[in-house]
C-alpha cells in the first residue's frame, strides 16, 4: 500500500470513528432522566409551594396595594359636593411614579418565564400584545386548553375557585398524594406561579399607559379632561385580572 493509499484509508477510519461517536452522544442526549423518588418530589413541592406564597405576597404588597388605594381614594371621591379635578389628578401621579412601576417589574425567582425560556425577549417596555403572548406561552406549556381562557381557568382551578371540584383533590396534604399526583400538582405550582408573572406585566401594562394617557390629556381643557381622568382610573381599579387569588 502506498503512503497515500493508507493516508486516505486513515481519513476514512477516523471520519467513520467520528460518526459513531457524534450518533452515541446524539443518543446520549435522548436518554430520558431518571424517574424522581417520592422523596424528590416532595422537597420540589416545599420549594414551589414557598415561591409561590414568595411571588404572591411580593404581587400583594408592591402591586396590588397600590391598585387597592387608588380605588379606595378614588371612590371617596364621588362622595365631594364639588368636582375632584386636582385630587384626580394627584391619584394618578402617585399611582404611576417611577417607583411603583419599578415595584411592578416581574421578580426574578427560578420558574420565571425568563429562566423557562418561554419568551427571551421579556421585558417590561413591551405593549399589551406581549402580556397575551405571555399568557398563551404560559398556557400553551402547561395546560392543553391554549390561550388566555385555558390559563385562566386553570389558575382559578388551582387556588380552589374553579367549576371543577376534582382539582380540590389536589391541595390535600401532599405526605396523603401518591408519586403521580405530586408530580402533577408540582407542574401546576409552576403554572400558578407564572399566572403571577402574568399578573405583574399586566399591571406594569396598566398603569404605564395611564401614565401616558395622563401626559396626553393635558392638551385638553379642565372639564373635558377631568372626565378623562376619571375614565383612565377606572379602566385600571376595575380590572378583575389584576386580583391576587
Known amino acids: ?17 467520528w460518526s459513531k461517536a457524534e450518533l452515541m452522544d446524539r443518543e446520549r442526549v435522548n436518554i430520558p432522566p431518571l424517574p424522581k423518588t417520592k422523596d424528590q418530589l ?12 414568595t411571588l404572591r405576597r411580593q404581587y400583594k404588597d408592591n402591586v396590588y396595594s397600590v391598585i387597592e388605594r387608588l380605588k379606595g381614594e378614588y371612590d371617596e371621591t364621588k362622595h365631594d359636593l364639588t368636582p375632584s379635578y386636582e385630587k384626580l389628578k394627584h391619584l394618578i401621579k ?3 411614579s417611577e417607583e411603583v412601576l419599578e415595584g411592578c417589574r416581574v421578580p426574578e425567582h427560578k420558574h420565571s418565564v425568563q429562566n423557562k425560556g418561554i419568551d427571551r425577549s421579556f421585558n417590561h417596555n413591551s405593549t399589551s400584545c406581549m402580556e397575551v403572548h405571555l399568557r398563551d406561552a404560559v398556557a400553551a406549556r402547561y395546560d392543553q386548553r391554549k390561550g388566555t381562557a ?19 383533590q389536589r391541595r390535600r396534604e401532599v405526605t396523603d398524594m401518591h408519586k403521580a399526583e405530586i408530580a402533577d400538582e408540582n407542574e401546576e405550582l ?16 396598566r398603569l404605564s399607559k395611564l401614565q401616558q394617557e395622563y401626559a396626553a390629556s393635558k392638551q385638553y381643557l379642565p372639564p373635558k379632561r377631568y372626565r378623562l381622568l376619571k ?6 381599579v376595575e380590572d378583575s385580572k389584576l386580583k391576587p387569588d
Open 1 to 17: 500500500m502506498t503512503l497515500a493509499h493508507a493516508s486516505v484509508s486513515r481519513n476514512r477510519s477516523s471520519t467513520h470513528l
Open 42 to 53: 416532595k422537597e420540589k413541592n416545599r420549594k414551589l409551594r414557598k415561591e409561590l406564597d
Open 94 to 96: 402617585e399611582a404611576t
Open 150 to 168: 385555558g390559563l385562566l381557568q386553570s389558575c382559578r382551578e388551582f387556588s380552589g375557585r374553579g367549576d371543577n371540584h376534582a382539582v380540590q
Open 190 to 205: 409552576k403554572h400558578h406561579i407564572q399566572c403571577y408573572d402574568s399578573k405583574f406585566l399586566r399591571a406594569h401594562n
Open 231 to 236: 375614565e383612565m382610573i377606572e379602566t385600571v
